[in-house]
């Protein structure tokens, strides 16, 4: 038996490097692949295998040509227009500007490649040392247990978080979810009181009678080890070790303004999950032909939407690998964040960057919120909805930067042509889901407060936009008054 796993593993490795070097040999002069049908390297063409079997891949991309800037902007636009596209405009006019991204150079380009292979080399290592320690420590008794089963990961700091994070327990157990959740914060970050409020949730399951009453979900509350709070920007690099660090195999991460409309746990039985053990969801903004993420992961451009954290499932038996190099990117954040969006892409990134495939969302994510004198104004949520198309998450992102009047949801903007086609989902780019959302932009304003604006560019139907009730929905129904019920703050 030993000896056929054995076979069957090296023929996994064989087939792995094999599969990439035909993948990547038909690279243009100085050009990317363009393995698709359509042009575009798709994750349904990727590989789907354990990190210990990818050594190859590794090695591949460390390999992949380097294109120069404008070398890699004249592919990239081939597959990524900017007309009638709702890229980060800002962020590229800013880079634009001051010509940061055009003076990354190919050697910077290597070097990263490098670098990011050498610290998956030193992670396996490790891995693989602490594997052989801890089984000789469980055949004396004292081995460690190792991270199995599902749970929720948030990480909550400083009030405001603590008090979101309580209001999603509270939801989550009113919808009699059973997954355990673990809450992470910096060393020294969080005030006596606040931890007292989170140690309450913790204690309160320590009592039958409350988990009869709350439904089985447990809290725990650790402390990330091995990275310290940034001063500058946003603290967001707290994701990836907070994944990294909880006791679970496979893991639902939840941002605490990312709430819930019902209980999350079908998403671990759906075929989705069980396909790639790895779902994602959409920002708003499409990706570019300047970024240099391209250049790095040594790919053409995917006319696709970039992605948000705020809610990401991932199995870490599959995708070890993809949570290495997510926490490279949060390590080096100075050098990768500015052009991932902080950590709101990275995953994506860590992802393509290793050939694996992703599933998510049976259609792009709405822009929700209040009712303004500007019928096109007043978002301050991102709508987030499940492979079937129904919405589930309300990533209420802006709430926390505004005070607006209720009711808080009231209208929905989304994009008309907004639902993946068939079964497929947020990670197939084959036509003609590579289309969805052409024609709408979205902006946040200031005025007269912080929220987004989503309209059509000039030259498209305004019907491409379409403004519903929020109550249209049956799953939308009740929440605001649920919310409030459960604490949440505004």
Request: with cysteine; proline share 3%; net charge neutral.
């Amino acid at each position: 038996m030993r000896s056929r796993t054995r076979i069957i593993a090296s023929a996994a490795i064989i087939l792995v490097i094999v599969s990439s070097y035909l993948s990547w040999k038909t690279f243009e002069r100085r050009g990317y692949s363009l393995s698709g049908a359509d042009g575009i390297s798709h994750p349904d063409d990727a590989h789907f295998t354990q990190p210990t079997e990818r050594p190859g891949v590794v090695h591949e991309f460390v390999q992949r040509p380097v294109l120069s800037y404008n070398e890699a902007v004249e592919v990239n636009k081939k597959t990524c227009p900017a007309e009638g596209v709702n890229f980060d405009e800002g962020t590229v006019t800013e880079n634009e500007k001051t010509k940061a991204w055009r003076r990354v150079t190919s050697d910077k380009i290597s070097d990263w490649r490098k670098n990011i292979a050498e610290y998956l080399d030193q992670k396996q290592n490790e891995t693989q040392q602490k594997l052989t320690s801890e089984s000789i420590l469980a055949a004396d008794g004292h081995g460690k247990a190792a991270k199995v089963g599902r749970g929720i990961v948030m990480a909550a700091g400083d009030h405001a978080s603590v008090v979101r994070a309580r209001t999603n327990i509270r939801l989550l157990r009113s919808y009699n979810c059973s997954l355990p959740i673990e809450i992470f914060n910096f060393q020294g970050e969080i005030s006596g009181p606040d931890k007292r409020l989170l140690e309450e949730l913790s204690l309160l399951e320590q009592r039958s009678e409350d988990r009869m009453n709350h439904g089985g979900v447990t809290v725990t509350i650790r402390v990330a080890e091995g990275v310290q709070k940034g001063k500058d920007w946003k603290a967001f690099h707290i994701k990836a070790a907070a994944i990294q660090q909880s006791s679970f195999d496979e893991i639902l991460y939840l941002d605490t303004d990312s709430y819930l409309l019902r209980n999350p746990e079908y998403l671990f039985e759906s075929k989705q999950w069980k396909d790639t053990g790895l779902m994602l969801w959409p920002d708003y903004t499409k990706s570019h032909a300047t970024n240099p993420i391209w250049r790095l992961v040594g790919q053409q451009c995917r006319n696709e939407y970039e992605g948000e954290s705020g809610q990401i499932f991932i199995s870490r038996t599959l995708h070890q690998d993809v949570l290495w190099v997510a926490e490279y990117f949060a390590v080096k954040h100075h050098q990768f964040y500015g052009f991932l969006g902080g950590d709101r892409d990275s995953f994506r990134a860590a992802a393509l960057l290793l050939g694996k495939k992703w599933t998510g969302p049976g259609r792009l994510n709405a822009a929700a919120g209040v009712v303004l004198n500007n019928p096109q104004g007043g978002g301050h949520t991102m709508l987030q909805s499940d492979p079937e198309g129904k919405w589930l998450f309300v990533h209420a992102n802006l709430i926390k930067h505004a005070q607006f009047e209720r009711p808080l949801w009231a209208r929905i903007h989304r994009a008309a042509q907004d639902k993946f086609a068939g079964e497929s989902t947020y990670g197939d780019v084959h036509p003609p889901n590579d289309g969805l959302g052409n024609g709408v932009k979205l902006r946040v304003v200031y005025q007269p407060m912080m929220s987004t604006v989503m309209s059509t560019f000039d030259g498209y139907d305004e019907a491409a936009v379409v403004v519903e009730n929020w109550d249209s929905y049956e799953e939308l129904k009740g929440f605001e008054d649920r919310w409030f019920g459960f604490g949440g703050a505004h």
